[in-house]
């Protein structure tokens, strides 16, 4: 749970993120100064927000009320899971929120969710479900063993106990295992983070689930290794693929910041897609700064001016 920050604070960063004719890389720079602010008055700009156009915002505003790990955010977080009129995207990751939250109260909301039409709720929830259950029964027996995260992220799966290359990609590519498996095989290979390691996580931008392939580029953009360029773009490139996938892929190659990630996503700056297009602006705003002498993306905390970019997200 994140501290309170000075209320004038809060409120200009938090006007420069309600105010929809701010370019969308300064309200995202707002919304993760934010989320880095914390408290509740922080948490009320970011819930304002989901009643804005753009799919994107709303995503990744849902996004920082989940790594924030404050129950305040959770009734606002519920109303939007709940919403059916919301994109599949910007549900999701409202459900992914309450599982980084891990307030076991919403567990029976969660299992209702479970069975929602839309697959990539019903999928996420089951993963929100099953990673409160690890937490309250099996967290204090295996954390111990765990490969630590290297990113400070909350993720919807612990990491699993087996750090051998190969096996973990067997676990992470055999559709017939249960998706939170799957999912702690993923983490793991990201935790590890070798070219290899890279190279398998890059084999799951093939597999049959939407929400899988969405997080398979999440964490590619977190590790930032070039090594899978060619992958990412393949799937950017598809417009078959879903949009939910389409937009982490441009957010991942923004944060790897190569030359080659960088020209592919400027062919994408007019696509079809709203959340396409949106996300290839963010994401070379993200490529400028990363090839900046700027510290850490998304560590800094800018305050008053708001400047600060936003950071890949899942």
Not at 109 to 130: F, G, H, M, N, W
Not at 247 to 268: D, N, R
Not at 283 to 292: F, G, P, R, T, V
Request: net charge negative.
């Amino acid at each position: 749970m994140t501290t309170e920050a000075p209320v004038e604070s809060v409120r200009e960063i938090g006007k420069v993120l309600q105010d929809k004719t701010k370019p969308l890389k300064d309200r995202f720079r707002a919304l993760f100064t934010l989320k880095n602010l914390g408290g509740s008055e922080a948490i009320d700009f970011i819930a304002s927000c989901f009643d804005d156009g753009s799919a994107l915002l709303k995503h990744e505003l849902a996004y920082c009320l989940g790594q924030m790990q404050d129950r305040y955010a959770v009734p606002s977080l519920i109303s939007v899971l709940e919403d059916k009129a919301q994109e599949a995207m910007v549900r999701h990751e409202a459900g992914e929120a309450l599982g980084a939250i891990g307030s076991p109260e919403v567990l029976d909301l969660l299992k209702r969710y479970s069975q929602d039409p839309v697959i990539e709720v019903a999928e996420t929830c089951q993963l929100a479900v099953e990673h409160i259950e690890w937490q309250e029964k099996q967290r204090v027996q295996e954390e111990q063993g765990l490969l630590p995260n290297p990113y400070s992220s909350v993720d919807p799966a612990p990491p699993a106990t087996n750090v051998d290359v190969d096996t973990l990609r067997n676990g992470l590519l055999d559709e017939s295992l249960p998706l939170f498996q799957r999912y702690r095989a993923m983490f793991t290979l990201r935790n590890l983070g070798t070219k290899e390691a890279v190279l398998a996580l890059a084999e799951g931008l093939k597999c049959k689930s939407a929400l899988f392939r969405h997080e398979i580029a999440y964490v590619l953009g977190q590790i930032q290794s070039d090594a899978c360029v060619a992958q990412l773009s393949t799937n950017l490139m598809d417009v078959e693929e879903s949009p939910m996938v389409r937009h982490e892929c441009a957010e991942a190659l923004g944060s790897i910041a190569t030359e080659e990630a960088t020209s592919v996503l400027q062919g994408y700056l007019k696509d079809s897609e709203r959340v396409v297009r949106e996300s290839c602006i963010v994401a070379l705003d993200m490529s400028e700064y990363e090839k900046s002498e700027q510290f850490q993306y998304a560590d800094t905390l800018q305050k008053v001016t708001a400047s600060e970019p936003a950071a890949v997200t899942g």
